[in-house]
Each structure stands twice: as C-alpha cells, then as structure tokens.
DNA sequence: ATCCATCGATAGCTTTACTATCCAATTATT
DNA sequence: AATAATTGGATAGTAAAGCTATCGATGGAT
C-alpha cells in the first residue's frame, strides 16, 4: 500500500458527503466533471475517498460559493496540476489565468487601443514581470474603456496609486503565503486560495471602509444604533 | 417642457440601442425589469429617450458585465435612488449593501461565531464607522470561516494590512471622486462606479502583481517573449 | 394608402450548476 | 441464504438568470 496515505483513512461517499456538507449527487458531478478525482476503486460499486478529496472539495466549495469561479474555470486550474508535462511556472500561469474573466480584444476600436496601451504603459514603467499575451491585460483594458465610457476617464496616474498599494500587498503577504518550494498541487492550491480568498477579503475591506468613510463625512451618528433603521427598512439583502 | 432636458436630443429606441450597442429586445427587458426608466410616452407607441437613458444603459452594463451583479441587485439600487422618501445617507447605505454577496449567517457554528466576532473586533478596533448590522459583517466573517476551513487559519493580525490598505485607498482616492454635495442620482451613481469598476480595477492589478511576483521569484526571463507558448500552449483562458 | 417602427405581452431559449431517477452490482445484515 | 442497503455509472430532469423571439395592435412617416 501507499505509504504517504497511510494516514488518510479511507471512507467511502457518503461519509464525504457528511464531513463536507455537499450532497451526493453534487459530489458525483463534480466527478464527472472532472474537478474531483476518482476515488481508489475497489470493486465495480465501492471506491473509496480519503482526505485529499476532502480537502479538495472544499476547496471547490471555496472557489465557487466564495471567489464565484466558474466550474469550467476551477477545471483548468485542476488539470494543470495535474498535468505533469506543465513546468511550474507555466502551471501557476494556467492557474493565473484561469482566475481571469475573459475579455475579448477590440483592436479596432479607437478607446480600447488607447487602453490597452495604457495597460501596457503602466506595466513597463512599473517593471512588473506580466506576460505580453496575458488575458489580465485586456482584462484590465477592458475596465479602463468601460470608466471612460461612464464619463469617468481613466489615467496611469490615476490608477499607479492603486497599483503599488496591490504590489505592496502581494509582495509582503500574499506571495509569502507560497510554498514555491512544495510540491505542485499544494503551490498552486496556495497561490489560488490566496487570489481568491484574499482577494474577496480585500474587496469586502473595501466595502467596509467605503461605508465608513462615506458614514463620516456624512456627517451622522457614525455607528450608533439608532441608524439599525437603515437596514430593515430597506431590506437591502441581495435575496437573502 | 422641462428646461432641465433642453440639452438631451429625444430618441426612439433603436437609436438608443444603436448608441448602446445593447439589443432592442434586451432594452425592453431592462425597461420591464425596472432597471431603465421608462421612456416619455407621446402616444400608444411612441416613447422618446434621452442621454439620462443611455447613461443609464451603460451603467447597467458595465455591472452586469464588470462588475458581475445580477440584475436584481441592479435593481435595489435604483430603486433606491427613485425612492424620495429615503434620505441621502441611507440611500447610499442601500447602494453599499446591494453591493455585497448575502451570506446567511450559522450563530450555532464554533467557527463562524469565532469568525464574526474577529470581524466585528477589528472594524471596532479601527474605528471604522459600519453599522452594526451590515451584511458586509457577515460577508467577511463567511470568508475567514472558509480561509480557516482550508488550513489558512485568519487572524486580525493577518487582515489588519489588508484593512489599513483598502483604507487608505478609499480615503485618498475614490471617496475624494463622490459628490456628496450633488444630485442624489449622481452621487450613488458615482459610488457605485466607484466601487464596482475601481474594484474590478484593484482586483485585476492584485493578479497582476502576483504574476509579476511569481515569475521573479520562480527565477526565469522575468518577461521575455520566449514564454510566449506559456498562453498559447494551455490555451488558459477560461471560455474564449 | 401603405409601410414600417414601436409598444406591450407572452413565450421560448441558453447556460450554469446542480438534482433526481434507474439499474446492475455488490456488500452488509439477518 | 435471503434480503435490504449502498454504490457507481448513466441519463434525464430542474431551477434560476439573463436574455431573445414572436405577435398583434397602433400610429406616425412617405
């Protein structure tokens, strides 16, 4: 037997299916659809799971009830791990790029070059290493025309003070958290948790502190109860 | 006539949908869905548009597309815009939360309680002014639940740069772009913009950063174009 | 007078992420 | 050994979201 799982004591769907919360069914379609893998099959009607697919499967969980990924998307991610003819650094780019929103070019529209170039621009001038044919870039592009487009135009200037605040963030945090060291799948599960999960973190830091500030200035009560209005009154929630 | 439109030149809807690019069909949609205002009616078949409207168009637009709200939150926020009755400070209020996730919260869950309680700790230790009963609270308590669940275990320490950056972002920057003094509609317009497309912005410069940091590290041709099989090879974007 | 766009209503479509049902093959229970 | 329960594998159905298509009546344009 494997020795590196003699830890992992083995249990069958149902018992994944409890520890994990996610149904059976849901569990057998993130098979088939490839985000998890197979379980060690002993009989034509047993296999069995172990803690890897636990782990796994919250990872999956993860990704898309909090990062909103698509399952075609986490799919990617999964296959260049485990695809080992990919060399790390191209593994770590797929997964990279999977976390992007596609965006289509459109070389023909005037705004968009102009974008794009500013996009580029700003890479270079900050030195950042980001690959010429990365989808980031349009993706980036992509939301300076759309500001431009809501009477909100866009300059490097405008967007550097944003830029070396991210670069300051992922320099001394996120990129720490990364067993560049370690084996492949548990590099690039890091790097994507960390995209993902500290990249909603961020955003809802974000929110909260877009709140408060407008909150102070304002004026207003800053956080006193009598405000607990607000929130019932309008019934705010999405769907909730 | 009302003086205040003088300036906006009247259009029928395939105008509208010319301009917008959006189609003729999907206008409709939006007008039954209450997201677009309706147009002023000068017979049984005849509605003229306006700028207002295709402003509104784009900005719709650009949160479905950018900023990936579902038409339902799209909606809350302009209702509240339409909605006289409600102040300034909570109509902003509402924007903010339409804006957020909902995350229904588990009190009977360990983790989650211990999750809420680290965030209520560290808005009151910033001194941020959020109301009690914010649904981003739950937002960001559901994240460091998830994070802990992957073996990424949160602490306050571990948020608190992430806070102080988004921040000083908010402070100096997009708060300095809302028109507190304007017209209500520009106002939440402006805080929507801001905090969806400069969030998008932000979030796009984060993954960014981290190629940027993984390529250095990783040692090889930091940007060279001999990576150029990197993208092509895996075709690693997610759909197109 | 004729044609064409528009309105309003309704129904249909597409994608995504599940969820449910069946059946044969075990495995467990009695 | 008989029977009940569980699993895997296959297939089909569902629900929600966001459109898209069609139709008939109306009314302005030429």
């Given amino acids: 037997?494997?020795?590196?799982?003699?830890?992992?004591?083995?249990?069958?769907?149902?018992?994944?299916?409890?520890?994990?919360?996610?149904?059976?069914?849901?569990?057998k379609y993130y098979l088939r659809e490839g985000l998890l893998p197979q379980g060690d099959q002993t009989s034509a009607t047993r296999a069995e799971y172990d803690q890897e697919h636990l782990r796994r499967l919250r990872l999956i969980r993860a990704l898309l009830e909090v990062g909103r990924l698509p399952v075609a998307a986490i799919r990617q991610v999964i296959a260049a791990v485990d695809d080992e003819r990919i060399d790390f650094h191209d593994m770590l780019g797929t997964a990279h790029y999977a976390l992007s929103t596609p965006v289509e070019p459109h070389p023909e529209d005037e705004d968009w070059r102009e974008a794009r170039e500013l996009v580029d621009r700003m890479i270079a001038d900050l030195g950042w290493?980001?690959?010429?044919?990365?989808?980031?870039?349009?993706?980036?592009?992509?939301?300076v025309v759309t500001?431009?487009?809501?009477?909100?135009?866009?300059?490097?200037?405008?967007?550097?003070?944003?830029?070396?605040?991210?670069?300051?963030l992922v320099r001394d945090l996120d990129i720490t958290k990364i067993p560049f060291d370690g084996p492949r799948d548990v590099a690039v599960e890091t790097l994507v948790i960390c995209e993902v999960l500290y990249?909603?973190?961020?955003?809802?830091?974000?929110?909260?502190?877009?709140?408060?500030?407008?909150?102070?200035?304002?004026?207003?009560?800053?956080?006193?109860?009598?405000?607990?209005?607000?929130?019932?009154?309008?019934g705010a929630h999405r769907d909730a």
Same sequence: chains 1, 2.
């Fill in 1 to 27: 037997m494997d020795i590196g799982k003699q830890y992992y004591p083995a249990m069958r769907i149902s018992q994944l299916s409890a520890e994990s919360g996610v149904p059976i069914p849901t569990i």
């Fill in 129 to 143: 290493g980001v690959h010429p044919l990365a989808p980031t870039r349009n993706e980036l592009a992509q939301t």
């Fill in 147 to 168: 500001l431009k487009r809501l009477g909100m135009p866009t300059s490097q200037e405008d967007l550097l003070p944003y830029a070396s605040a991210a670069h300051d």
């Fill in 199 to 234: 990249g909603k973190a961020f955003d809802v830091l974000r929110r909260l502190a877009q709140e408060s500030e407008s909150t102070r200035i304002l004026d207003v009560t800053p956080c006193s109860d009598d405000g607990a209005s607000k929130v019932t009154r309008q």
